[in-house]
């Protein structure tokens, strides 16, 4: 059974990105997370990542067809 949360790193894996960018991601908003833990560690829920590439795949088609890309 898949994890229903991941971490940063799993985060930064699955998008190729730097562990800055998905701090940033889920510090700005842009990406849901939670905190959890005495830690405070944060956690991405696998249907929001996933919510958050279909949005990116839906801006960068409407940047497409804008002709802004």
Do not use: C
């Amino acid at each position: 059974m898949a994890s229903r949360f991941l971490s940063l790193a799993e985060v930064q894996e699955t998008l190729s990105i730097s562990a800055a960018q998905a701090y940033s991601l889920v510090r700005s908003g842009e990406l849901p997370a939670i905190q959890v833990g005495p830690k405070k560690v944060w956690r991405v829920e696998t249907a929001k990542l996933e919510e958050y590439i279909a949005q990116q795949y839906d801006r960068t088609r409407e940047r497409i067809d804008s002709g802004t890309l």
